[in-house]
Every structure is written in structure tokens, then in C-alpha cells.
């Protein structure tokens, strides 16, 4: 079965500090993985999927397959990034994305 | 840029209703998706739709039903509405199953 686990339903860290926002999966093939953003009074978006590599708003994921894990990190918090996170996970074959169930970062000034 | 729209940004309807919640987008996605999200419940997904006329079941499909009779029109049907529905309703559509484009949502309350 597919799984998403957010293990902190919420995480505060103060400004310019680094953020660690943790995701690990359960699945038997190759995964794809994403990271989904919800702002305040804004719609949820893409932030970014690991088979793009690419840095967003300074964020990054990598892809571990061994420790199951697709941990979403940015080096120094803005009080911007203050929003809701989900992880995602896309399996093989015409399914739908399996959401986590979402971590609350707070960025402190 | 790609517009996914629902009809009511809030909704209050008593316990009982027939509740409709419409959701259009204008990208010529052939997927789309409705979900609810709820604290500490992240987005569970309720059905979706791969094309016209064809829909699949979610993981809470129980006291949901849904029409698609155009490509770009998705709606959910709450048969009866009961306390228990009382939530936050997510649209999305996307080209294939992963990359999804969300609507700004629909909080639902049942009285």
C-alpha cells in the first residue's frame, strides 16, 4: 500500500534558521514524489517534485530510497515561508497522488 | 495560467440537503479531483475523474456522489447532508495523476 507519513503535524523555527520539514514513504516501486504548499488564504500549488532536482524559493527535497524519505530543506527561514506543507507520493500507473497529512511551519522573527 | 474555479468559496446548508459543489477548469485537463481537507487529516481523497462520464472512487467516497458531463465541469453531490461533511472541499484538475492544479476551495458547513 501507499503511504505518506508527516511526522510533525506542526514546526516552529525562528528566522534564518534552518528548516527541516521530514517525509517518508511506503511504497514498492519507484515513486515519484512531490511537495505541495498552502499559504495563507491562497490556493494549495506545486512546490516542487523530485524528478526536477531544482531549487524553489530556496527549498530543496532529496529523494533517499533507502531511508524512504523525501525531506524538504531550506537553509535559512523566512517569515514568508510560514504555510502549510504536504508531502505527495505518486505510484505507478493511473493513480492519484497519496497526500500526507501536512506540516504547519511557522517561521518566527 | 491554468484556472481551476469552484462555485462558493463558503457554503452553509442544514442537515439533510442535497448539496451541490461545482468545480470548472479551463486547461483541457482530462483529470480532475475532488478532495476534503480537514486538520490533522491532511487532503483525503474522495473521487476523481479521468475522463468524461467516467468516475473512480476515493478513499471516503461514503455520502458522496459525483457527474462529469463535460471535460471541463466536475461536480460533487452530498445526497444528504449531515454534520459530518462540515469541511473544507478541494477541486483539481491535471493533465496526468501527479502534477495537479488546485481550486481556492469550498468551506462547507452543515447545521
Known amino acids: 500500500a501507499q503511504r505518506v507519513t508527516q511526522p510533525e503535524k506542526l514546526l516552529s523555527v525562528f528566522k534564518g534558521a534552518p528548516v527541516e520539514l521530514k517525509c517518508n514513504y511506503s511504497y514498492s516501486g519507484s515513486p515519484e514524489l512531490f511537495w505541495y504548499v498552502q499559504y495563507s488564504r491562497q490556493r494549495l500549488q506545486l512546490l516542487l517534485r523530485?524528478?526536477s532536482r531544482e531549487s524553489i524559493k530556496g527549498f530543496t527535497a532529496d529523494l533517499n530510497k533507502g531511508e524512504t524519505s523525501f525531506h524538504l530543506k531550506k537553509p535559512f527561514a523566512q517569515e514568508e515561508d510560514s504555510a502549510m506543507y504536504y508531502c505527495?507520493?505518486?505510484?505507478?500507473?493511473?493513480?492519484?497522488?497519496?497526500f500526507g497529512k501536512g506540516t504547519r511551519l511557522s517561521v518566527i522573527a | 495560467d491554468v484556472k481551476v474555479t469552484q462555485s462558493s468559496r463558503y457554503l452553509v446548508k442544514r442537515t439533510g440537503e442535497k448539496v451541490f459543489l461545482e468545480c470548472v477548469q479551463d486547461?483541457?485537463?482530462?483529470?480532475m479531483f475532488w478532495y476534503r481537507q480537514d486538520p490533522g487529516l491532511g487532503l483525503r481523497l474522495i473521487y476523481f475523474?479521468?475522463?468524461?462520464?467516467?468516475?473512480e472512487k476515493g478513499d471516503i467516497p461514503e455520502g458522496y456522489s459525483v457527474s462529469r458531463e463535460k471535460k471541463e465541469r466536475f461536480s460533487l453531490i452530498l445526497e444528504s447532508a449531515s454534520t459530518n461533511q462540515t469541511s473544507m472541499y478541494l477541486c483539481?484538475?491535471?493533465?496526468?495523476?501527479?502534477?495537479?492544479?488546485f481550486g481556492p476551495g469550498t468551506r462547507l458547513l452543515v447545521l
Open positions: 505527495a507520493l505518486s505510484g505507478q500507473g493511473n493513480t492519484p497522488l497519496v
Open positions: 523530485h524528478i
Open positions: 486547461m483541457d485537463h482530462e483529470n
Open positions: 475523474s479521468y475522463d468524461v462520464k467516467m468516475k
Open positions: 483539481a484538475s491535471g493533465s496526468g495523476m501527479e502534477t495537479q492544479y
